[in-house]
């Protein structure tokens, strides 16, 4: 309230003065007339009777504080903990494949899609935020020219003021401080002009259907194995049954590899070498065979395992083998029978995860035991083990983006996603996927990572890292997403399920979201 109002308010009830000489004195003006402008409303520099409102200058300080956050509301209701406590628990039964159609010689392309859309995020998030500061502007005078400070604001709530939500008052800075022109022919201020004209980044779409779907006949249902692999050549390999077929991503050519049917045995695992001209096959009977790819001929047979070889890594020319036997080997290729294998041993149960990191100094293991082990060059003991996992862990992946970040994934008990910082040995972010978590890959490019489902909603999604939102949902399989792979470009991935087919799906933006910066400092864009 004014000051000079109140002066006046106690003279004029001290001198008791009738009604009609009050209404004389409030109503009467002893100040020099003001020049109005185009922002603004004629106003009297004593209040009288009358209230005429005007919007610019106008600042509202809202205390958000009082608002209740939705994820600190009160306890949930009975029916919700009820369907909490009451979660049906899948276990991670290896179920059959009932259409083991015959032994043919290849993989056929199927015509069409096949993809079932599923509801993908709506995608309207950034449009909302600059609607939200084009009424921060209008409304509240706050000023925004550029929606990506919005997007980075991670600052706290402001303190609380007061006990009331809205606090209104007029500030004749602002009024007088802002540009007004009477030719303009925009409905909005200057401010807003410039919200408006902002760059904004486009927003980029994932097709909800696969580009190209292949025929997988006896590729098992088996939530322990890893069969398929995408090598640096541009060349697939898939295990169906007792045979390793190769199918070339350039030409569409498909080639049978290699045959186990006279041995008696099945594949259970595929890895190619960095290079992408070895091929190393894990079997049902512990064997690792190494073929080179190129011509076709098997190099050597690596022994030791006493039961199936599920997972495999290469490091190099170092492979490593994880089997249903507890134990991890690591060999060299070149000299298998001069060096000797070293023997990682601390899994109670079967290894179904292997990973090594990007500067290859570091070992990821998950096993059917809910362990999480990390180990290095040195030592055959794990130097960081990792036990919140409540199911199996095959889902491991490392991120190329920040140095020591680890992912991995749990079973149908579990279905949790969570990352660990192995520089440290804490864990970090953890998010519930709501189904059996099968497989992890980080985007080359950016900061995302795809993730595939199994009991209950055989489902793809596609991560933003760290904020773990959504980028997208992708459905077409019927059976478990059970494998995955990623092109060598970066932007593809392939899923494999019991459903026995393989869908390619564009995921991945082939460039880079974060330009390099042009320092002088950095030694590597220029050569002199």
């Known amino acids: 309230m004014d000051q000079e109002y109140e002066r006046r308010l106690g003279l004029l009830r001290q001198q008791n003065t009738p009604s009609s000489m009050l209404k004389t004195s409030l109503t009467s003006p002893k100040c020099t007339p003001k020049i109005l402008s185009a922002s603004s409303s004629p106003l009297k520099e004593h209040f009288g009777d009358r209230f005429i409102p005007m919007r610019t200058g106008a600042n509202w300080n809202i205390s958000f504080g009082l608002i209740q956050d939705a994820d600190q509301c009160t306890t949930p209701t009975k029916k919700a903990a009820r369907d909490l406590t009451n979660s049906n628990n899948d276990g991670n039964g290896n179920g059959g494949n009932g259409n083991n159609g015959g032994g043919t010689g290849g993989t056929n392309t199927s015509v069409g899609g096949g993809g079932n859309s599923g509801a993908g995020n709506g995608g309207t998030g950034k449009d909302g935020l600059a609607y939200t500061c084009l009424l921060k502007n209008e409304l509240l005078g706050a000023g925004i020219e550029d929606v990506k400070e919005q997007m980075e604001d991670h600052k706290a709530l402001s303190p609380l003021e007061g006990r009331n939500l809205f606090h209104y008052r007029l500030d004749r800075s602002v009024c007088n401080d802002l540009p007004s022109s009477s030719y303009s022919l925009s409905p909005v201020s200057s401010k807003s002009q410039k919200l408006l004209r902002s760059p904004r980044k486009a927003s980029r779409k994932i097709s909800k259907i696969p580009f190209k779907v292949l025929d997988a006949p006896e590729l098992q249902d088996d939530f322990y194995l890893n069969l398929v692999d995408w090598s640096s050549q541009n060349v697939l390999s898939v295990g169906l049954g007792a045979c390793v077929y190769l199918w070339s991503a350039c030409t569409s050519q498909v080639t049978r590899l290699c045959d186990l049917t006279n041995d008696g045995d099945s594949v259970t695992s595929v890895a190619w070498s960095e290079r992408g001209h070895l091929v190393a096959v894990g079997t049902y009977k512990g064997l690792v065979?190494?073929?080179?790819?190129?011509?076709?001929?098997?190099?050597?047979?690596?022994?030791?395992?006493?039961?199936?070889?599920?997972a495999l890594a290469w490091n190099g020319d170092v492979l490593s083998s994880g089997s249903r036997d507890r134990q991890i080997f690591q060999r060299d290729v070149r000299t298998p029978c001069i060096v000797p294998e070293r023997r990682l041993v601390g899994h109670r149960q079967e290894v179904c995860g292997l990973k090594w990191s990007p500067d290859n100094q570091h070992l990821a293991s998950g096993g059917n035991d809910n362990k999480l082990f990390v180990w290095n060059l040195s030592s055959v003991s794990p130097v960081q083990t990792y036990s919140e996992h409540l199911a199996a862990v095959k889902a491991i992946a490392w991120s190329p983006h920040h140095h020591g970040l680890l992912a991995s994934g749990g079973g149908t008990a579990d279905r949790c996603i969570r990352f660990w910082n192995t520089l440290t040995g804490q864990p970090m972010q953890c998010v519930d996927t709501g189904s059996q978590v099968c497989n992890l890959a980080w985007s080359k490019h950016d900061s995302e990572l795809v993730s595939t489902h199994g009991y209950s909603q055989n489902q793809i999604l596609v991560w933003k890292y760290p904020s773990l939102t959504q980028v997208a949902k992708l459905t077409g399989h019927s059976y478990r997403v059970l494998y995955l792979a990623m092109s060598p470009d970066g932007e593809a991935i392939v899923t494999g399920a019991g459903d026995e087919t393989l869908r390619f799906w564009n995921v991945f933006s082939k460039a880079r979201s974060h330009k390099e910066s042009k320092s002088a400092l950095n030694l590597f864009t220029s050569i002199r």
């Open 289 to 310: 065979q190494v073929w080179d790819a190129t011509a076709n001929k098997r190099i050597t047979v690596l022994e030791g395992h006493s039961a199936r070889v599920g």
